[in-house]
């Protein structure tokens, strides 16, 4: 591949979280009817061109997972729904977040679409883990960053993370 295409594409709805550090964006590829195969895989290359270490897929199930592999991108799975099992899923998803960061790796989080479930996930990691202490400045930030209000949902899980106990605590 030479030009434009070996720098693949940058995914839909792609927000930095925490510069060169954590990201997040739309299932690569496109979710629902818009996924195209050809478009993942240059999304794929984007991700790895950009220097992400890990992809954490969210979805539901395991879709993709297939394609990180075939290209070599390490991928891990942990399918993520917002609901009475959230405190626990939530406790899953920032141990794997809080290690890998805390290894210096390079993260893109996703699930289907950039939805009120991953902004609220997030949001909630950046208060479990010290960072923005305040809920409802966790919220604002991630609204700032991927253009798009939170709902109910992703405000119920910012609250819940924060009554988990932190990271490293």
Request: proline share 5%; aromatic share 6%; net charge neutral.
């Amino acid at each position: 591949m030479k030009g434009k295409w070996a720098q693949g594409i940058v995914p839909r709805n792609f927000a930095w979280v925490l510069k060169d550090r954590l990201a997040v964006s739309e299932r690569l590829g496109g979710y629902g009817e818009s996924h195209r195969r050809v478009r993942r895989q240059e999304e794929i290359i984007w991700a790895q061109q950009q220097g992400f270490t890990c992809i954490v897929s969210l979805l539901a199930s395991p879709h993709n997972l297939h394609a990180y592999e075939e290209a070599g991108m390490p991928a891990v799975h942990i399918p993520f729904t917002a609901g009475e099992e959230s405190a626990e899923l939530l406790t899953s998803l920032y141990g794997e977040l809080h290690t890998r960061l805390g290894a210096g790796e390079q993260l893109l989080v996703h699930q289907e679409e950039v939805s009120d479930t991953l902004q609220g996930a997030v949001a909630g990691y950046l208060v479990h883990a010290g960072m923005v202490p305040e809920p409802p400045r966790a919220i604002a930030m991630l609204e700032h960053l991927v253009h798009r209000q939170m709902g109910p949902t992703g405000r119920r899980l910012v609250t819940i993370a924060a009554r988990l106990t932190p990271a490293g605590g």
